[in-house]
T-cell receptor
Framework: DAGVTQSPTHLIKTRGQQVTLRCSPK?????VSWYQQALGQGPQFIFQ???????QRGNFPDRFSGHQFPNYSSELNVNALLLGDSALYLC?????????????FGDGTRLSIL | KQEVTQIPAALSVPEGENLVLNCSFT??????LQWFRQDPGKGLTSLLL?????REQTSGRLNASLDKSSGRSTLYIAASQPGDSATYLC??????????????FGAGTRLTVKP
C-alpha cells in the first residue's frame, strides 16, 4: 500500500520561471492538501482539493494554482517564481469522509530558486 | 485565527533523559491535535493523534497529552535515544465551514539527543 508520493524530489529554477509539482495520494484517500515549509518554519497551508475543485485556500497569491485529476492525484503550479518561493513543498492526503483521521504526508519537493 | 506555538524552539539533552515538548494553541475549538516528526529534508511522519475528546495517547516511549480548555499539549519522550534527534511539530485540526480539514502547524522543536 503506497503512501503519499511526490515528484520531483528536488528542483532548481530561476526567478520568473514556472514550476509544476506532482502528488499521488495514499490509496483510499480522495482529498489532497498542499503546504509550503520555509526553512526553520512549520508548514503553511496553501490549498486543498476535493472532487477536482479547490475547496479552501490559505494566504497565498494567485501565482499559486492547482489541479486535481479524476484519480485524485494533484498538481501544484507556481508562476513567476520569486526567491521567496524557495521552500519544501509538502502534499498531504486524507479521506473526506474521515476528516478526523490523520493526514498522511509525502516526503516533499525541495524547490530552490536562483 | 488559530495560532500554534511550540516551546522550546530547540532542545539538547544527553541520551537516556526523559523530556517534554510543549505546544499551545489559541482556539480551543479543535477536533484533534497531531504530533509529527520531521527528519532533515524529509516529510512529516505522524507520531500520535489525540482526538478532542481524549486526554492522552501513548505509543511506545511517546506519550502525548491534550488539555483543550487551556489550549495546551505536551509530548513526553521517555529514555531518549540519539535516533530521536529530529524536529517535532504539533498541528491542530478543525473542521471548517465546508466540512474540510483545516490544519495549523507550530514552527517545531528541534531536538538533539547526544550519545
Amino acid at each position: 500500500d503506497a503512501g503519499v508520493t511526490q515528484s520531483p524530489t528536488h528542483l532548481i529554477k530561476t526567478r520568473g520561471q514556472q514550476v509544476t509539482l506532482r502528488c499521488s495520494p495514499k490509496s483510499g484517500h480522495d482529498t489532497v492538501s498542499w503546504y509550503q515549509q520555509a526553512l526553520g518554519q512549520g508548514p503553511q497551508f496553501i490549498f486543498q482539493y476535493y472532487e477536482e475543485e479547490e475547496r479552501q485556500r490559505g494566504n497565498f497569491p494567485d501565482r499559486f494554482s492547482g489541479h486535481q485529476f479524476p484519480n485524485y492525484s494533484s498538481e501544484l503550479n507556481v508562476n513567476a517564481l520569486l526567491l521567496g518561493d524557495s521552500a519544501l513543498y509538502l502534499c498531504a492526503s486524507s479521506s473526506r469522509t474521515g476528516f478526523n483521521q490523520p493526514q498522511h504526508f509525502g516526503d516533499g519537493t525541495r524547490l530552490s530558486i536562483l | 485565527k488559530q495560532e500554534v506555538t511550540q516551546i522550546p524552539a530547540a532542545l539538547s539533552v544527553p541520551e537516556g533523559e526523559n523530556l517534554v515538548l510543549n505546544c499551545s494553541f489559541t482556539d480551543s475549538a479543535i477536533y484533534n491535535l497531531q504530533w509529527f516528526r520531521q527528519d532533515p529534508g524529509k516529510g512529516l511522519t505522524s507520531l500520535l493523534l489525540i482526538q478532542s475528546s481524549q486526554r492522552e495517547q501513548t505509543s511506545g516511549r511517546l506519550n502525548a497529552s491534550l488539555d483543550k480548555s487551556s489550549g495546551r499539549s505536551t509530548l513526553y519522550i521517555a529514555a531518549s535515544q540519539p535516533g530521536d534527534s529530529a524536529t517535532y511539530l504539533c498541528a491542530v485540526n478543525r473542521c471548517n465551514e465546508d466540512n474540510n480539514n483545516d490544519m495549523r502547524f507550530g514552527a517545531g522543536t528541534r531536538l538533539t539527543v547526544k550519545p
